[in-house]
């Protein structure tokens, strides 16, 4: 139970053994000095843990946090990006035997120091560690086998006493130990298990099946590298590409292989294992055209070898285009799922038509990019000119999707003109998309129906606008005089809502139920308007009519000079 909380507390719930790693080295460094058992200071000084050493349950604690560093650091080595290299190897095995070691070790004191229960639990927790140890060597898978079969024993008998947690603690790590089980019985040659089953095993999750899915993985690669040696071309709209890179092979029949996962269980497929599936297939293709132009590189001025490589690249460009559609489909057809259910089980956010008109620019932008793709290219096959023909028409019907669902936002933003005008386009496209389906001889019936469909909305969605804006344009002089009516200068229409700063002496809510999202009830904003005094405002309207006396006799009189005197 201890373990179990830390690991999914502290990054295993999403595979980070880095984090998990830095956490049981911290917890550690806390538990030695929290029992001053430090290792001196300056020069290093060992201290063992022993049975007399073992006064309190935090001296297992650091045993067992030492076993999980170990065992942490050894997984983070193995989830590299391109695996580890054969020195990298050499320390992933030293680190487990280092957890096997401290596992060894703790087993031994609980079987002194502790009761049955722990006792039991540190058993199966150390022939575990064991297990793992030879799992990853590659050797004595009948010693492997025995110590997953002890543990899972152990497992097994503690599920049936103690609480309902315990028990589905110990329900689950049986459950994890389970393919480890299986896979040592198929490298024996005690079980018929097929590959098809290790892929399903290998889809479970857990901590205790990390070192299965990175063997799994290793298999499956060496399986696809031998498949990969019969495989000499590569088959696209009647071109047929020479492939010389065993690289690009193993590349290429990965991604198929994940396609025929994809589409032998479409419909029952879980949405989010959909898509990890599609990642996988864009990864795998991604590989096998960055494989593809490092041979344009280095492939000098052979033209003959640089015209199969150029064609080659667009092929698998071309497919990895064909993906990104299809991937994009089944993110339209989650959201359009979430756009009909107004709120369900999981609390899911509900989908905006905002967010399907950008799924389909994004579709739009993809077909374009595909039309473009296969146009390029002085010499088209019959083919290519086809599949040119279905990419415009695809663009035709999911502009009047996209038209569609742009209406239905413009809808709810209460624009009943842009609306209407918009289902009535929207229809038109729908219209003339499948008038040219059925002129150019393409069938596509999940398509079509789905436009039909699509076609009986708009018209119903067109009518319903036109209604309610009519309605609308009918009650709006009465809605204004209401809300002219309800207008007021004071304020009083918002007295009713309790404000914080109104009552500060009363203890009660004034922010509202949690459950409602509405504002908080704080202060009036804006201020009511109030009255307040004024200076009186006073007009001289007699300043017109009245015949003031003349003033010259009080006026100075300008002096005048000698020479002006002279001349009057």
């Known amino acids: 139970m201890l373990l179990k909380s830390a690991q999914m507390q502290h990054g295993l719930r999403h595979g980070d053994y880095t984090r998990y790693r830095r956490y049981c080295t911290a917890r550690l460094r806390r538990l030695y000095k929290s029992l001053k058992f430090t290792h001196g200071r300056g020069k290093y000084a060992k201290r063992a843990i022993t049975q007399s050493t073992v006064s309190e349950v935090r001296y297992l604690h650091v045993v067992l946090y030492t076993a999980e560093r170990a065992w942490s650091h050894a997984m983070e080595k193995r989830q590299l990006p391109d695996g580890p290299n054969p020195r990298q190897r050499?320390?992933?095995?030293?680190?487990?035997?280092?957890?096997?070691?401290?596992?060894?070790?703790?087993?031994?004191?609980?079987?002194?120091?502790?009761?049955?229960?722990?006792?039991?639990?540190?058993?199966?927790?150390?022939?575990?560690?064991?297990?793992?140890?030879?799992?990853?060597?590659?050797?004595?898978?009948?010693?492997?086998?025995?110590?997953?079969?002890?543990?899972?024993?152990?497992?097994?008998?503690?599920?049936?006493?103690?609480?309902?947690?315990?028990?589905?603690?110990?329900?689950?790590?049986?459950?994890?130990?389970?393919?480890?089980?299986?896979?040592?019985?198929?490298?024996?040659?005690?079980?018929?298990?097929?590959?098809?089953?290790?892929?399903?095993?290998?889809?479970?999750?857990?901590?205790?099946?990390?070192?299965?899915?990175?063997?799994?993985?290793?298999?499956?690669?060496?399986?696809?590298?031998?498949?990969?040696?019969?495989?000499?071309?590569?088959?696209?709209?009647?071109?047929?590409?020479?492939?010389?890179?065993?690289?690009?092979?193993?590349?290429?029949?990965?991604?198929?292989?994940?396609?025929?996962?994809?589409?032998?269980?479409?419909?029952?497929?879980?949405?989010?294992?959909?898509?990890?599936?599609?990642?996988?297939?864009?990864?795998?293709?991604?590989?096998?055209?960055?494989?593809?132009?490092?041979?344009?590189v280095s492939a000098g001025n052979a033209e003959s070898v640089k015209d199969d490589l150029s064609g080659l690249d667009k092929a698998v460009s071309a497919v990895l285009g064909q993906r990104t559609i299809e991937r994009n489909q089944l993110l339209v057809k989650i959201a359009k799922s979430k756009l009909v259910r107004r709120h369900d089980e999981k609390n899911e956010k509900v989908t905006k038509p905002e967010e399907l008109v950008r799924l389909y620019d994004l579709l739009l932008q993809n077909i374009a990019d595909l039309s473009d793709l296969v146009s390029s290219g002085r010499d088209r096959r019959q083919e290519e000119v086809t599949f040119a023909e279905e990419c415009s028409l695809k663009s035709l019907a999911f502009r009047g999707e996209r038209c569609f669902y742009l209406a239905k936002s413009y809808s709810l933003a209460g624009k009943r003109a842009e609306a209407y005008v918009l289902y009535c386009h929207a229809r038109s496209l729908i219209e003339d998309a499948i008038q040219k389906f059925h002129t150019a001889n393409i069938s596509d019936p999940k398509l079509i129906e789905e436009l039909k469909t699509l076609i009986e909305e708009c018209r119903a969605n067109s009518c319903i606008e036109h209604a309610t804006g009519i309605i609308e344009e009918v009650k709006a002089p009465e809605n204004l005089s209401k809300k002219i009516s309800n207008m007021s200068l004071t304020g009083a229409e918002k007295k009713s809502a309790k404000y914080l700063l109104q009552s500060l002496n009363n203890y009660e809510s004034a922010v509202g139920d949690s459950n409602i999202k509405t504002a908080p009830h704080i202060e009036v904003f804006p201020p009511a308007f109030q009255v307040i005094p004024r200076n009186p405002i006073v007009l001289d309207i007699a300043f017109n009519f009245i015949d003031f006396p003349s003033l010259e006799n009080r006026m100075k009189k300008d002096r005048k000079g000698f020479i002006s005197r002279l001349w009057g």
């Open 90 to 296: 050499i320390y992933l095995i030293g680190r487990l035997r280092k957890a096997v070691k401290w596992a060894t070790l703790f087993a031994q004191l609980c079987a002194s120091k502790g009761d049955s229960k722990t006792s039991l639990e540190a058993e199966a927790y150390a022939s575990y560690m064991t297990g793992n140890l030879l799992f990853e060597q590659d050797q004595n898978w009948d010693t492997a086998l025995l110590n997953f079969k002890r543990a899972r024993a152990v497992y097994e008998e503690l599920g049936k006493v103690g609480d309902l947690e315990n028990q589905v603690l110990c329900r689950e790590r049986v459950e994890e130990l389970e393919p480890s089980i299986r896979y040592c019985l198929h490298k024996i040659g005690k079980s018929n298990l097929q590959a098809s089953e290790l892929l399903h095993i290998g889809e479970m999750e857990g901590p205790a099946l990390d070192l299965f899915k990175a063997k799994l993985e290793a298999v499956m690669s060496e399986a696809r590298s031998q498949q990969a040696v019969s495989m000499t071309e590569f088959h696209w709209l009647g071109h047929r590409f020479p492939i010389s890179n065993a690289k690009t092979r193993v590349s290429i029949l990965k991604a198929r292989e994940l396609e025929k996962d994809l589409q032998g269980s479409a419909d029952s497929l879980p949405v989010e294992k959909g898509l990890s599936i599609f990642d996988k297939i864009f990864a795998a293709y991604h590989e096998a055209r960055s494989s593809i132009r490092s041979d344009l």
